[in-house]
């Protein structure tokens, strides 16, 4: 049973629009969602995180909103830029070890 | 400062045989996790060790297994390697208790 969805694989959006990449979850024991943006040959690398009691964060260009009562979070990226281009994973965390439970992510494309 | 890093990069075994992947952490860092990305199946957890101790573990048959050394160097091995286990082996490593991990590039295995 996966724990962690996100439901569209794919998104396209034109440069300069906003990308909202959508994630849902089942298990409500968590302490943190993470989002991680991976390129191609490349591993993930840490975007931005949101703590289980908070309901947004923000970090520049990108803001992660937190929905609890639907068990859902999102990320925004504002303005988006070619050079988001990735897959977009939403992950989350539970308690003090280190193990992540990731979605299986979606791919972002932005046009110039 | 030197991220995580992986050997080797790119990995190609017959059916069968066994494999050994080694990972360094990030200076510092004392937790190291394993993940295995496939495309159907997006990033799946495989362990986790802390101080030389698997901490947790995920669901992967007992072909799976790592250890970790006491400079905090992870190798995990794969036994009777089978055409599924092709897959991008990533490793994180943390500091206890962070909530970001960071990933190295993976080792890219390949069961013919």
């Known amino acids: 049973d996966q724990q962690v969805k996100q439901n569209s694989p794919s998104l396209s959006v034109q440069e300069g629009r906003i990308s909202i990449l959508n994630c849902d979850y089942t298990n409500s024991m968590f302490d943190y969602f993470l989002w991680y943006k991976k390129y191609p040959a490349e591993g993930p690398t840490f975007l931005i995180s949101i703590s289980s009691i908070k309901d947004k964060n923000e970090d520049g260009r990108f803001t992660v909103f937190l929905n609890k009562s639907a068990k859902h979070l999102s990320l925004h990226i504002v303005p988006s830029q070619p050079g988001d281009s990735a897959v977009y994973f939403c992950a989350y965390l539970t308690g003090a070890n280190s193990k992540l439970t990731f979605g299986k992510g979606i791919t972002l494309s932005v046009r110039p | 400062k030197a991220g995580v890093t992986q050997t080797p990069r790119y990995l190609i075994k017959t059916r069968g045989q066994q494999v050994t992947l080694s990972c360094s952490p990030i200076s510092g860092h004392r937790s190291v996790s394993w993940y295995q990305q496939t495309p159907g199946q997006g990033l799946q957890f495989l362990f986790e060790?802390?101080?030389?101790?698997?901490?947790n573990k995920g669901n992967f048959p007992g072909r799976f297994s790592g250890r970790q050394f006491s400079n905090s160097r992870s190798e995990m091995n794969v036994s009777t390697l089978e055409l599924g286990d092709s897959a991008l082996y990533l490793c994180?490593?943390?500091?206890?208790?962070?909530?970001?991990?960071?990933f190295g590039q993976g080792t890219r295995l390949t069961v013919v």
């Open positions: 060790y802390f101080s030389e101790t698997q901490r």
């Open positions: 994180a490593s943390s500091y206890q208790g962070a909530t970001e991990a960071f």
